[in-house]
């Protein structure tokens, strides 16, 4: 699970800075680059906050981060099938706001 490339990414697609987004979420832009390149695991409130800014629940953005390797021996050949599908559908709810 990749939280922080896929914040840096939906932040990228709204077209905002760091510092523009870490100032929008209230979050510090040194915190939000340590977030973006995997140096630090957001707390639950500072994920609230990105989210909120992000339009999106954290269930959104816990989906766009999985890969393979989250996914349950059992469950990987579903993920297969779907996982690509879903993420798909939230992008582009994402896009639509």
């Keep these: 699970m990749d939280i922080g490339s896929v914040i840096k990414e939906l932040r990228l697609r709204k077209g905002l800075s760091q510092d523009q987004f870490s100032k929008k979420a209230k979050i510090g832009q040194t915190t939000l680059s340590h977030i973006e390149i995997g140096m630090k695991k ?41 996982g690509d599908k879903i993420k798909k559908l939230i992008t582009e709810f994402i896009d639509s706001e």
């Design 42 to 82: 957001p707390t639950k409130k500072t994920l609230e906050k990105i989210c909120n800014c992000l339009g999106i629940t954290e269930t959104m953005l816990y989906v766009l981060s999985f890969d393979e390797n989250d996914i349950p021996i059992g469950k990987k050949e579903i993920f297969k099938i779907h």
